[in-house]
């Protein structure tokens, strides 16, 4: 996974890993997580344009398990994703944290019940703050802005549209 960076294995800790102010487009991981970014343990993404990515599962970011991992003031657009997740995949036992971003004009090419911000597993959770989840949309079918298999924990200053009943406060 992690077609344009990974940085994620299993049981692996490598504090302090900060992937900033990069652009991050046009790769693929159409067979696995994270078209642009895959990250787990801690890893922080930080003011970084993701687009133009694909993947199975979460085609602009995939946020895998350990440590919570943050993306702050990050701008994820015209990511695709064949299974889920076309922005944001969660998929580990976590809680993740979604600062400051735009998440927008994502597409999902799936006949599933799936989300643009798709949380995989009952024991992940969501912290998201002053973020913007818009205009996401799929080819075919329901899509949720944010799909809780997990849940979200809070979100806080948040604009969705449409909100499928998760309320920003």
């Known amino acids: 996974g992690g077609g344009g960076v990974c940085v994620f294995k299993d049981n692996l800790t490598i504090p302090g890993s900060v ?5 991050i487009e046009s790769n693929n991981a159409e067979a696995t997580y994270g078209g642009g970014v895959r990250v787990a ?4 993404v930080d003011n970084c ?39 944001i995949v969660l998929s580990g036992v976590s809680t993740n944290l979604v600062e400051n971003c735009t998440v927008v004009s994502n597409v999902v090419v799936s006949s599933d019940t799936i989300g643009c911000v798709d949380i995989r597993y009952a024991d992940s959770l969501l912290d998201m703050r002053n973020t913007i ?28 549209f449409p909100t499928n009943g998760i309320a920003g406060t």
Do not use: D, F, H
């Open 133 to 160: 989840v818009y205009y996401n949309y799929k080819t075919n079918g329901v899509l949720y802005n944010i799909y809780p298999l997990g849940s979200v924990r809070s979100a806080t200053n948040c604009c969705m």
């Open 19 to 23: 992937i900033r102010n990069c652009v």
């Open 41 to 44: 343990n801690g890893t922080l």
């Open 49 to 87: 344009t993701i687009r133009y990515n694909r993947a199975l599962y979460g085609g602009g970011a995939c946020l895998s398990g350990g440590q919570a991992s943050t993306l702050r003031s990050c701008l994820l657009c015209y990511n695709s994703a064949a299974g889920a997740g076309s922005g």
